[in-house]
């Protein structure tokens, strides 16, 4: 047999559900999977395993269809209205009108039918909180808008809802009349009919027309033994049983109070066997049979306040909610106050974020600008005196800030870590040449022979990967930096491997360890060993605490294991996928001569300013200077230069605009941007717009160097 079209599985799969959910279940699943190749039928396939998930009482897995449908924007409405009837069957009164409220704003006026839906289901909202006359009202709206729709068999339903709510105020003539036109109705549906009948025999029962009454339960019960409809079998049963008694038919009413009693039983329909209890106690006491009476109503007590337990907290509940549903639309109203104060809290701690973050901005500004002089007027005094006393001198000031400008910058990159504007700019990097440069940065910085700087890259590592790769070869300096400073003698190691996590970098040393309850602490900021040795070594108890915070904003992790005077191993997996792409071009080898540059320094800091001529000037380079953007114009009005330092800010404009502004003019200068903060969006904007280098501020001699050679 062939596979069946989406159309004719999805049809299949709602016949199944209406008949025999529970043990078709796997069948239905997977007629809808089936159903869902066709785009067309997502949304029907997903109202239907909704249905299901109802029909089998999964309501959490209802949510969640009702969501997904809620998230697409044709099946929005029948998303809210499918969340409110599961509100709606577990007594969340509020939650329910909310969903059908939504449901109705978001739905269009053309779509009658999915709007009769949800009007039908507020008219069962209201009933059950016992306003019937808005009930009614919903009713009305939802069986106009079924005739509109073409939906017989919607419209019969509602009418037959609307005549029990019209029963309940006392309308038996108005009931009648739509209990009728409901049966003729549904003539072709037996089922439904038979539930309209049932209540026709109901209003006969209650006019004395016992004949009547007996004639259409019947027929109801005909129809439900051809359908197998059991439980509405066992319903029927009680009904004749109780219509017998009211006419003093007592051996009939037993042989129905039998049946209905073996139907519920085998179904365990726990409300039957409570109806059972309760007409049986009725039937002894009007045969004489008092203690077995007084036995059957303990029995029928015993089920219905098993069964009303629930039922009475709902309708405790109720009671508060008579008049128009106000305590239901109150509490809406107050959800709508606390999304407003949501939004308003929202809206302040990112205020908050923002003034932090220009915070952040100005104070590294303000702190660079400073630590630019000091580092380079150290340089300058270290290259520039004889003595051995005064270059002793001149060495301890550049060493201390060197350390002080560390300091800055891991203070300022964990507030930004902290508040979350820390910025990752993934591109393609060659990570074999990273490795290299990290171990030679840190022979560099920690020249000592006793501890070899190692490394040790798999074969399988691919040649190019993509990621930040500013941000990993700070944290792998980190890293390594932290095991050269506690390893006294022996080797560190950066090895580089593959896994199922991606790429691991690991660094191994053979130092002091770390005892195992000192673990937990290391990664808090300012957070460092409590041995004598290690508050020897200096730091700031910083790095850990950035470094796996920086993991993490790029995706990975960091952990380490250690043994106590027996060595450290920090193990960091990153995400970095394989490219083909192009990495970026390798930073240029420091250069110790070079052609001589004519050079434009717009810096508005007077001592920062002085302090980068007098250094470009030592070089043997031809420096003039500027304090502001129109000072920068004038000074290339009056001559040419080969390369222009361009702070970003500047007193009457953005240093940017002005860099845009030099690259147009024809065989314009080297732009090279220097800064004490600059975003990864702002480097990356005046590297597209033709910037040639970014220097950060404070910038080293050799740095300087390499941009203008």
């Keep these: 047999m062939g596979r069946l079209s989406p159309d ?39 109202l239907s395993r909704g249905n299901l998930y109802f029909t089998l009482g999964e309501y959490g897995r209802v949510l969640q269809v009702a969501a997904e449908l809620a998230g697409r924007e044709p099946t929005a409405g029948v998303g809210h209205n499918l969340r409110g009837v599961v509100h709606l069957e577990r007594g969340e009164w509020t939650d329910a009108l909310e969903a059908f409220e939504e449901a109705l704003r978001t739905l269009p006026e ?17 009933w059950r909180l016992g306003e019937l006359v808005l009930a009614a009202e919903h009713f009305k709206k939802a069986a106009a808008a079924f005739v509109a729709g073409g939906r017989p068999l919607s419209v019969g339903n509602t009418k037959n809802n609307l005549g029990m709510v019209l029963e309940e105020q006392g309308d038996s003539a108005g009931a009648r009349a739509l209990f009728e036109e409901a049966a003729e109705i549904l003539a072709d549906s037996p089922g439904y009919r038979s539930n309209v009948l049932a209540n026709l025999a109901g209003l006969d029962e209650a006019d004395g027309h016992f004949d009547k009454a007996e004639q259409h339960l019947h027929t109801v019960l005909a129809i439900r033994e051809g359908m197998s409809l059991r439980r509405g079998i066992a319903g029927t049963c009680l009904g004749l049983a109780r219509l017998s ?104 701690a990112e205020a908050a974020l923002r003034t932090r973050s220009a915070f952040l901005a100005t104070t590294s500004h303000e702190l660079r600008g400073p630590l630019t002089v000091v580092l380079s007027m150290c340089h300058l005094l270290a290259e520039t005196v004889s003595a051995p006393a005064q270059r002793e001198h001149a060495a301890l ?170 060595g450290t191993t920090f193990s960091l997996w990153l995400p970095l996928a394989d490219t083909e792409q192009a990495p970026q071009q390798p930073e240029q080898a420091p250069v110790q001569g070079g052609a001589l540059r004519d050079v434009l320094v717009v810096e508005d800091d007077p001592a920062v300013q002085r302090s980068i001529v007098r250094l470009l000037r030592w070089l043997g380079h031809s ?62 904007l005046a590297l597209d717009n033709g910037v040639s280098h970014v220097l950060s501020k404070p910038f080293t001699m050799t740095e300087l160097q390499t941009v203008l050679a």
């Excluded at 799969?13 to 190749?37: F, G, H, M, Y």
């Excluded at 800055?408 to 440069?437: H, K, M, N, T, Y």
Aim: proline residues 3%.
């Design 8 to 46: 004719a599985a999805l049809k299949l799969a709602k016949r199944l559900t209406q008949t025999n959910p529970r043990v078709e279940r796997e069948r239905i699943e997977s007629l809808l999977d089936d159903a869902s190749r066709s785009e067309a039928l997502c949304g029907a396939v997903l």
């Design 623 to 684: 420096a003039t200077s500027a304090g502001s953007c129109a000072d920068a114009r004038r000074a290339m009005g009056a001559g040419r230069f080969d390369v222009v330092l361009l702070d970003l800010r500047l007193p009457d404009a953005s240093g940017l605009d002005l860099s845009v502004e030099i690259l147009r003019i024809p065989d314009p200068p080297r732009v090279v941007i220097i800064s004490g903060e600059i975003s990864h969006e702002s480097r990356r």
């Design 110 to 126: 053309s779509d009658t039918v999915r709007r009769a839906n949800v009007h039908n289901n507020l008219a069962l909202l209201c």
């Design 245 to 348: 008694l009211a006419q003093g038919k007592d051996d009939v009413a037993a042989s129905w109070l039998s049946r209905g009693r073996d139907e519920a039983e085998a179904l365990g329909l726990k409300k039957h066997l409570a109806d059972v209890a309760a007409l049986e106690a009725e039937l002894l006491a009007a045969r004489g049979q008092w203690e077995a009476a007084y036995a059957a109503r303990v029995r029928f007590e015993e089920l219905q306040g098993a069964l009303n337990r629930e039922d009475l907290q709902r309708r405790v509940e109720a009671s508060f909610n008579r008049a128009g549903l106000l305590e239901a639309r109150r509490e809406a109203e107050r959800r709508c106050r606390e999304a407003s104060a949501l939004r308003a809290a929202k809206e302040t």
């Design 397 to 566: 000031a550049l060493e201390a800030a060197q350390t002080l400008t560390h300091v800055v910058d891991d203070v300022l990159d964990l507030s930004r870590l902290e508040s979350g504007v820390i910025q990752i700019s993934p591109a393609p990097f060659e990570l074999r040449a990273l490795v290299s440069q990290v171990t030679r940065m840190l022979e560099h910085i920690r020249p000592r022979s006793e501890v070899a700087v190692l490394s040790c890259v798999a074969e399988d590592v691919p040649l190019v990967v993509e990621g930040d790769v500013d941000r990993i070869r700070q944290v792998l300096m980190n890293l390594m930096t932290n095991a050269s400073r506690y390893t006294v003698r022996g080797r560190v190691v950066l090895e580089v491997d593959t896994d199922a996590e991606g790429i691991c970098f690991l660094v191994h040393d053979t130092g002091v360890g770390i005892p195992d309850e000192q673990i937990p602490e290391l990664f808090e900021p300012f957070s460092r060993g409590q041995s004598r040795f290690v508050q020897s070594q200096g730091g700031t108890g910083l790095g850990l605490s950035i470094s796996r915070r920086l993991a993490e904003a790029l995706s990975g992790r960091l952990e380490l294991v250690s043994t106590s005077s027996a």
